[in-house]
């Protein structure tokens, strides 16, 4: 399962390189919506999404589409950030693996239980660390 994870990460990871850098962000007029990142405008790719209406748009589509072209825009964030956490999440838990594997039960204690302990707590604090 774990290389099926990385796999899919990987993948993720490659789309997420190729796309125009950002931050994006979400931007209408009266009558048109668009995502475009923050390059200046003048650079290619400056709008990544654009929608115009033709006359008067129906309020509930131009709100699914803020809704949809909003989600688009943070994409570009969430996605390189959801799969940091998802390998950070991913090291903790193997590293909670020997836990599971080496605990031996005597005389209704689990031996070994305290450094276990220790060295998750070790590993949650590099986490915390690494994300402030």
């Known amino acids: 399962m774990k290389n099926e994870i ?10 997420a390189s190729k796309a125009t850098p950002g931050p994006w962000r979400y931007g209408e007029s009266r009558d048109e919506q668009w995502v475009e990142s923050s390059l200046p405008p003048n650079v290619p790719h400056h709008l ?9 748009p129906d309020q509930e589509v131009w709100k699914q589409t803020a ?5 688009i825009a943070h994409a570009r964030e969430d996605v390189p950030w959801l799969c940091s956490l998802m390998r950070k999440l991913l090291a903790i838990a193997e590293a909670a693996c020997p836990f599971a ?7 209704g204690i689990y031996f070994g239980t305290w450094e276990e302990v220790v060295r998750l707590r070790a590993a949650l604090d590099k986490l915390k660390e690494d994300n402030s």
Do not use: A, C, H, Q
Request: no cysteine; aromatic share 12%.
């Open 6 to 15: 990385l796999r899919r990460l990987e993948e993720i990871e490659k789309r």
């Open 48 to 56: 990544i999404v654009y929608d115009e209406y033709i006359g008067e």
């Open 67 to 71: 809704n949809d072209l909003s989600f």
């Open 101 to 107: 594997d080496e605990r031996r039960w005597e005389d």
